[in-house]
């Protein structure tokens, strides 16, 4: 478990070391990132996502031949000729079987014809069931080119043709066409070879399919032929029919019959004889593909058998490999996105898309690689959504630390312009004020009896009491004198001595675990003291009120509980001028505020603060 962790450790740590601006940067990649890989974790293997593949599959198809349509005519095969019948009109064989000797008769009559023209091989699909014809065996065992096409379930000896026509013939396959979830054949009908090292698993299936057998057979007639490469796919990674409106020259078997024919027109290709139902368009028969609904079977196998001759197979990615392609472009486009501004990453995120989609047609039509699109949609779109909300929360918590900062300095500033205040009170206007009771202490005694003199003395002593009481409050010296934890119970001393209330204050911490706390902390806390202290003798009208500090669990917690009339802290006063100072203050040094019923009074509130003790 430490290798696969320790880059991620490494970053984290770097991260940590950063600071500003580079940290936030840092944060939103990394985070985008993260969010990027788990979007194409989730995303990749989605059932629903696959079957909009299959719509963007035969839609990339479309345009691929609409490319093609704009720069060249459609093309007429040159390696694959189809004989066709139909069954509602030529030679009464009912629904199209060739499995009695009458309609076996007429094949090998056709047959005799397509050999005389020395095509490179015939491929027959048709249903041969039943008694076989001595003359169409003969035909077989003479030219050695024929391919039987197999139909049906296979499950049984009824469904496989006469066994001597299977013996003579040069190969067989079966010729049943994959279908798609949504209906549409894009596959090519191949086997796999299997990676399997178990060799009981190693080979091709026990039946070729029928392009399998195709192109087996004309590679031995011909001495060349298309690579066998898609053989060696995964069956996760199935290989793709090159559909294009390719023009297969189709000649009818009635034709094939006439004196007239000439068959050289099937000299050394690949011909398919099959039916084409064209008066049933509802037959099981047909089946559609990208470029054309109820195209027939007969059709599709030339196109599949012309993909391989022409070596133009479209392949598609291994899941191993397309969601290692997945995660690692959720996590360019995570970072990006929560790294870029709202306009630059909505521009980003377009381009990305275009880009995707541009390029897997590219590849498609150029490379005939099959690249998958909407799950990569689906996780550049993740990717924009999940960063774009990584970015607002960390532009938003960004904000708030500013905010903070600036509160902080400016709290700084006003306790400084209170210092200098108090200051200057004390260094100025106090000696003024002596001044001023020393002048009226000598007027008393000039004037003997005249009690002006001793009023104005009255008077001064009263304003030089308040006027170090105001000092006392612009700037608690009593802090730097005396320490917080004095500091505090002098406060409460004050509270009652000035009010006529019972104070008890509890001192439960020790000096190291007061010292941990910094000179801001401390000021501040003894600010919201000061001014709940200040609430209880206002508004609580209470008789007693306790004060106490303690440490509990790291955390320094300091207690105002009163027993007076008490308040709902439900219904306490979001305007209130002393509990929003209260609540700004706790906030600008990371303290927790909370009032509260106090457990040992019947009545009353307590004004629970608590804050690290470690916070410097």
């Not at 995303?43 to 031949?65: A, C, D, H, I, T």
């Not at 191949?190 to 087996?216: F, H, M, Q, R």
């Not at 195209?295 to 993909?307: F, G, H, K, R, W």
């Not at 960004?398 to 400016?410: D, I, K, P, V, Y």
Request: hydrophobic letters at 45%.
């Amino acid at each position: 478990m430490r290798l696969p962790t320790a880059p991620v450790k490494r970053l984290l740590s770097l991260g940590l070391k950063m600071k500003g601006q580079d940290a936030l940067f840092f944060q939103r990649l990394f985070w985008g990132a993260v969010a990027g890989c788990l979007a194409a974790v989730l995303l990749g293997q989605s059932p629903f996502l696959e079957s909009l593949e299959l719509s963007m599959l035969k839609w990339r198809y479309k345009v691929s031949n609409q490319l093609r349509a704009m720069s060249s005519v459609p093309a007429v095969s040159p390696d694959v000729s189809l004989v066709t019948f139909d069954d509602s009109a030529q030679f009464d064989l009912g629904i199209a079987r060739f499995n009695e000797q009458r309609s076996q008769s007429i094949l090998g009559e056709a047959l005799s014809v397509i050999e005389r023209g020395e095509p490179a091989l015939v491929a027959v699909d048709l249903d041969l069931r039943g008694a076989a014809n001595p003359d169409l065996i003969r035909l077989f065992s003479r030219y050695r080119n024929v391919v039987i096409s197999l139909f049906g379930s296979l499950e049984g000896s009824t469904d496989l043709p006469a066994a001597e026509f299977m013996t003579h013939s040069a190969a067989y396959g079966y010729s049943e066409l994959t279908r798609e979830s949504n209906g549409v054949v894009y596959r090519l009908p191949v086997n796999y070879w299997t990676k399997s090292k178990n060799p009981e698993e190693i080979g091709l299936a026990p039946v070729p399919t029928l392009c399998e057998a195709v192109i087996d057979v004309y590679r031995r007639v011909k001495g060349v032929g298309p690579a066998s490469q898609f053989m060696s796919q995964l069956p996760d990674q199935p290989v793709y029919v090159n559909f294009r409106r390719t023009k297969y020259p189709s000649t009818s078997l009635q034709d094939v019959l006439s004196p007239e024919f000439d068959p050289q027109v099937f000299k050394g290709k690949v011909v398919l004889i099959g039916s084409v139902f064209t008066s049933r368009h509802d037959d099981p028969s047909r089946c559609n593909t990208p470029l054309q609904d109820a195209m027939p079977e007969l059709e599709v196998q030339a196109q599949a058998i012309s993909t391989l001759l022409d070596n133009e197979v479209i392949f598609s990615f291994a899941k191993d490999i397309s969601r290692h392609f997945l995660i690692f472009l959720g996590a360019i486009f995570g970072a990006f996105c929560s790294a870029l501004p709202m306009s630059t990453r909505t521009a980003f995120f377009l381009f990305g898309a275009f880009v995707l989609l541009v390029v897997a047609q590219v590849c498609f039509q150029g490379f005939h690689m099959a690249v998958p699109v909407v799950p990569p949609l689906a996780v550049i779109f993740a990717s924009f959504v999940l960063g774009t909300v990584i970015y607002l929360d960390t532009d938003l918590r960004e904000r708030n630390r500013e905010l903070a900062a600036a509160r902080e300095s400016m709290q700084v500033r006003a306790e400084e312009e209170r210092r200098r205040i108090a200051e200057d009170l004390h260094d100025e206007t106090l000696p003024a004020l002596s001044a001023v009771a020393r002048m009226a202490d000598r007027l008393s005694q000039d004037l003997g009896d005249n009690p002006v003199p001793l009023q104005m003395r009255e008077r001064l002593d009263a304003a030089v009491s308040e006027m170090r009481r105001v000092i006392n409050d612009l700037h608690p010296s009593v802090l730097e004198t005396m320490g917080f934890v004095p500091a505090l119970e002098n406060l409460l001393n004050i509270c009652s001595r000035e009010c006529s209330i019972e104070g008890e204050f509890r001192d439960g911490v020790s000096e190291d675990e007061t010292d941990s706390v910094s000179w801001f902390a401390k000021l501040q806390l003894y600010r919201i003291v000061q001014e709940a202290l200040n609430n209880v003798h206002k508004h609580s009208q209470a008789k007693r009120v306790h004060l106490a500090i303690q440490s509990d669990n790291g955390n320094l917690v300091i207690s105002v509980a009163d027993d007076g009339k008490g308040i709902d802290p439900k219904l306490i006063r979001k305007d209130s001028h002393g509990l929003i100072n209260i609540r700004q203050r706790a906030q600008l040094i990371g303290a927790r505020v909370e009032w509260r019923r106090p457990a040992e009074f019947s009545s009353g509130t307590e004004l629970k603060l608590e804050i690290k003790a470690d916070r410097s």
